[in-house]
Structures are given as C-alpha cells and as structure tokens.
Nanobody, 123 residues
C-alpha cells in the first residue's frame, strides 16, 4: 500500500514557477513509477509527466515539455514536479499518482493517487 500527499500548489502569475511535491509512505516507493496528472474545471483529466523507478526514464505531455521537470528522491520517498514559465492554461488541480507498472497517457489508471493540490496561474 502506498499513500501519497501532494503539496506546493498555489497562486502564481504567468511566467512564474512552482514546485510540487509528492510525499509517499511505504518502503517500496523506490520501486514505483511516479507521475502527475491534472484536471481543470470542465475538462478531462490529463496526464502531465511520469518517471520510472529504475532507469530514470521520463515522459511528458507535449504542452509542458521544456517547461516542467519531473524528478524523484527515493531516499526521501518524495517525487517532484518543477513547473517553470507557467501559463494560465496550466491552471488545474494536480494529482500525484504511483504504480508498479509504467504509465504515460491520459487513459492510464495508476493504482495509487493523492488528494490533489491546486495550481492557479493568473494572466
């Protein structure tokens, strides 16, 4: 069992930065793929980024490539999403997710989810 708790969301102006954190419980965290999804009001949930546990492989949705960076610190049982050059269209509730299997699409259904942290980008 893995429990995930996100933090780091907030209100920022366009062009600004935020770093989201995903703190995980469970000693096997290092063996899970960690990722982020987001959902804006009235829109479908969208895959944002993921990182493997073994070789550091990453995947990003095209709209955040070059602006967002996903990382993890297995010693701290924590995953991160560094978000730079934020745009109003990045406004959403951001969820951390984890699974023993690789995931990298909107249709993915990771086994474990956090409660979400709100990111609001003003123009």
């Amino acid at each position: 069992q893995v429990q995930l708790v996100e933090s780091g969301g907030g209100l920022v102006q366009a062009g600004g930065s935020l770093r989201l954190s995903c703190a995980a419980s469970g000693r096997t965290f290092r063996r899970y793929v960690v990722g982020w999804f987001r959902q804006a009001p009235g829109k479908e949930r969208e895959f944002v980024a993921s990182i493997s546990w073994s070789d550091g492989r990453t995947s990003y949705v095209d709209s955040v490539k070059g602006r967002f960076t996903i990382s993890r610190d297995n010693a701290k049982n924590t995953g991160y999403l560094q978000m730079n050059s934020l745009k109003p269209e990045d406004t959403a509730l951001y969820y951390c997710a984890a699974d023993s299997r690789w995931f990298a699409s909107d249709e993915s259904e990771p086994d474990y989810w956090g409660q979400g942290t709100q990111v609001t980008v003003s123009s």
